[in-house]
């Protein structure tokens, strides 16, 4: 009988050990998960993050695109005002034009020039 005693204590006490180890196992888990909770909570705070900025970048895209549109329109309007406008300072600069053509023509016939 005391053999059979001794065979029980001892399994009873492989019982222990094994739950311990099993207790240990689930504590490790446990710490795991709660440390991937924590990365999961960081990831949804930078995605929700991005999400803002994004929201934020395309309304001054947005506001960038009317801008433009409404500074081309201006311009357009801008060339129709003015298109209709001679001025002699325009006038000036094309004769001012004309005339360095016909000066730049006489220096470039000077080659022909002989010597005495």
């Known amino acids: 009988g005391s053999d059979m005693a001794e065979k029980a204590g001892n399994s009873m006490l492989n019982v222990v ?11 490790e888990i446990s710490i795991a ?9 960081q990831i949804c705070t930078a995605v929700n993050e991005m999400d803002v900025v994004t929201q934020k970048n395309s309304n001054l895209v947005e506001q960038c695109a009317k801008q433009a549109s409404s500074i081309e ?11 209709h406008f001679k001025t002699d300072y325009v006038i000036s600069l094309t004769h001012e034009k004309n005339k360095h053509n016909n000066t730049q023509k006489v220096f470039n016939n000077e080659d022909n020039w002989s010597s005495f």
Not at 17 to 23: G, H, P, T, V
Not at 33 to 41: A, F, R, Y
Not at 73 to 83: H, I, R, S, Y
């Open 33 to 41: 998960s709660s440390e991937q909770s924590k990365g999961i909570e």
């Open 17 to 27: 050990n094994s739950i311990e180890k099993i207790n240990n196992i689930i504590s």
């Open 73 to 83: 329109m201006d311009a357009n309007e801008l060339l129709k005002m003015v298109e």
